[in-house]
């Protein structure tokens, strides 16, 4: 933190975020890839709202780290962007879905299962790096609510994928897509409220701070 006072002090970044964030991002890049690919070749919703969700939370982790060494208030900032951001991959996806109900289009079921279980296994390593940061400022409890979300998507993407295959119907994949939508939306609006929290006690901690200098 910029500032010396005690306040600000307790919310420093806990020694090993940086890192943790890292791990996060490069595991994020690499299965945006894979998943958006597997997304097209197979037809799913469902995948390709993961592999969105995958590249939004790429985007997230850089602007984490650009802003790690900044004070409360700029990571509280930070934190409302990626709020706003997951709010709105939540209605993107849920738009996505009615489109391709109108669309008819069946997925392939072994594609999802298969892509499903390689995401799941990428995001429960990362939320087992993350764990211990879940109870920080709202930066650091964006970043959890990111990987723990993308870890429920992704036992959701393989339930719908075995959906489809005794159904022959799109409609589980379409279920799934659905949820995920709603859970980034509800993500989003925790983020969101925990943030301006923080924005709203890093200026009182300032103000606080200029009014003793101007005593």
Not at 35 to 40: C, D, R
Not at 109 to 114: E, K, L
Not at 138 to 163: E, K, Q
Not at 190 to 201: G, L, P, Q, T
């Amino acid at each position: 933190m910029a500032c010396g006072c005690s306040g600000p002090v307790l919310k420093s970044p806990a020694p090993g975020f940086r890192r943790a964030l890292w791990i996060a991002l490069w595991v994020n890049l690499a299965m945006f890839f894979v998943e958006g690919a597997a997304s097209l070749q197979s037809g799913s919703v469902s995948l390709m709202a993961d592999a969105i969700d995958f590249f939004g939370d790429s985007a997230n982790y850089i602007l984490s780290l650009s802003v790690l060494s900044l004070g409360m208030l700029w990571r509280g900032r930070a934190a409302m962007i990626k709020g706003i951001t997951m709010t709105l991959f939540g209605i993107v996806v849920w738009a996505r879905a009615l489109w391709v109900i109108e669309q008819g289009v069946t997925p392939e079921p072994f594609t999802m299962g298969t892509i499903g279980l390689l995401a799941l296994i990428a995001n429960v390593s990362v939320a087992f790096v993350l764990f211990r940061f879940r109870d920080g400022d709202s930066d650091m409890r964006s970043v959890w609510l990111c990987t723990r979300n993308d870890a429920i998507g992704n036992l959701a993407v393989m339930a719908a994928a075995l959906g489809v295959f005794g159904t022959g119907s799109a409609w589980p994949d379409l279920s799934v897509a659905a949820i995920m939508g709603t859970l980034a939306i509800s993500a989003g609006i925790s983020v969101v409220r925990h943030a301006r929290m923080d924005i709203s006690e890093a200026k009182s901690l300032v103000s606080n701070e200029v009014k003793t200098v101007f005593r």
